[in-house]
């Protein structure tokens, strides 16, 4: 049994994690505030705090260094906060005692910190992701999150643009998270449905509305009620379908197929397509009006190349699954690191993804050493030579830049082999991408 001090502020939330604490068989106090916890620090010894990060009289990292400063008990000390936006700075506070946990909690993640022995243990918790599934503190990720964040509050419908492969469902994922609605995310991918199918799956049909129908089957829009319904390629909806669509996003109610009985419907439509918005305007395979009822709050998802800084965190993360999957240990060399990022990855995090797990499967499992192939290239990829194509017009530092470009995507990054392929010395290779400034040394 611990003795757990929990500091928060949040009446509802305590209440809720003091049942939660008594139920796994600990001995729970609380405290409102930074005062009322350094009462009870004063006459007692805890093995245990849960810590608020934002307090109604400062914050609890003045709690930590006061606790550093006046004792040396091992107290273990879990930073707790509402706003995901502060987790990567509370990630570089993470000492061997100090962890940190986002709101809303689960009684599995209380359980778990409450669990804490080791300090292997607590370096994995303190990986956490943000809003529980996405990975990257770059820039680019920092305004995601925020995005994230400020339409979580609100009820708007969602889309996600961006390449194949950059995780638009993750994202989707990380909104319905940070929503904290009561309801289920459902997704469907509108591209994998055929004509006949996509009204009974997004709308549900009744028994003997058509051949093969046996029973009676609730659309998405009903399953995902007071939740989040994610609607994947919904550029690939049949443009006969979609004024069905709009009729639903408009008045918030469904028929099913063979149906006549109107059924109101309660979520927030995330929907994501790869083409951008001057795609969909001039292919014109999205409806005028049903674009903007879906895109009341647009986002565009940074491709991998446009995160580079991520790139790291990414490979130690989906190395770190596949490790814990399989009981091995293995690890990345800085080199190596070095390699992954210097890559362009037009395949995006999934493209990523697969080559470390190729990676993975082609490494001996009786090393700890992991061996990357000879070349990350995807016979996928091919056409994204035609940017690198010579053009009338183009100025010659363009056209040297395009060449650097496409020599060092061809042998992977390597700054050595670039230049002996294109004929200079290593040194002036290092001078014109300095000069040129967005290739990164």
């Not at 243990?121 to 680019?140: Q, T």
């Not at 395949?347 to 993975?360: C, D, P, Q």
Request: aromatic letters at 6%; hydrophobic letters at 40%.
């Amino acid at each position: 049994m611990l003795k757990v001090l929990l500091v928060d502020d949040d009446n509802e939330f305590t209440d809720v994690a003091y049942q939660i604490i008594e139920f796994l068989g600990h001995e729970v106090s609380v405290a409102g505030s930074l005062k009322e916890a350094r009462q009870w620090l004063e006459h007692q010894q805890f093995d245990h705090i849960l810590l608020d990060f934002m307090l109604p009289d400062g914050s609890g990292l003045h709690l930590i260094d006061e606790l550093d400063l006046s004792t040396g008990k091992q107290t273990f000390i879990t930073l707790i906060t509402g706003h995901p936006s502060v987790k990567g700075m509370l990630a570089g506070l993470c000492g061997p005692n100090v962890n940190y946990l986002v709101k809303p909690l689960q009684r599995e993640d209380i359980e778990e910190v409450l669990n804490r022995k080791s300090k292997k243990a607590v370096k994995k918790v303190s990986k956490a992701l943000h809003f529980g599934c996405l990975i990257g503190e770059s820039a680019p990720m920092q305004e995601l999150y925020l995005m994230i964040e400020r339409v979580a509050k609100t009820n708007a419908n969602v889309m996600l643009m961006g390449e194949s492969g950059v995780g638009k469902e993750v994202v989707a994922q990380a909104i319905h998270s940070a929503s904290q609605c009561e309801g289920p995310l459902i997704a469907t991918n509108c591209g994998a449905l055929s004509k006949e199918l996509i009204g009974s799956e997004l709308f549900g049909h009744e028994k003997g509305a058509f051949t093969g129908a046996v029973g009676r089957k609730d659309g998405v829009f009903e399953r995902a009620e007071n939740g989040t319904l994610f609607l994947d390629e919904v550029t690939e909806m049949p443009l006969d379908m979609q004024p069905n669509l709009l009729r639903v996003l408009e008045s918030k109610r469904v028929t099913r197929v063979g149906g006549t009985k109107e059924i109101d419907v309660n979520c927030r439509v995330v929907s994501a397509t790869n083409r951008s918005v001057n795609e969909l305007a001039e292919s014109k395979v999205l409806r005028e009006d049903v674009y903007f009822r879906l895109a009341v709050f647009p986002i565009d998802i940074p491709s991998l190349r446009q995160r580079k800084d991520d790139i790291p965190l990414l490979a130690e993360a989906f190395l770190n699954e596949l490790n814990e999957e399989n009981g091995t240990s293995f690890a990345w060399s800085k080199p190596q690191l070095t390699r992954l990022t210097d890559y362009d990855w037009p395949g995006n995090v999934r493209e990523l993804r697969h080559a470390v797990h190729r990676a993975f499967i082609m490494s001996d499992p009786e090393s700890s050493t992991i061996d990357l192939p000879s070349s990350f290239a995807s016979p996928f990829a091919s056409n994204s030579t035609s940017s690198n194509q010579i053009s009338a017009g183009q100025t010659i530092e363009n056209v040297e830049k395009e060449l650097i470009r496409a020599t060092l995507e061809k042998v992977n990054g390597s700054k050595t082999l670039a230049a002996e392929m294109l004929g200079i010395s290593t040194k002036t290779l290092y001078n014109r991408l300095h000069a040129y400034g967005d290739f990164e040394e």
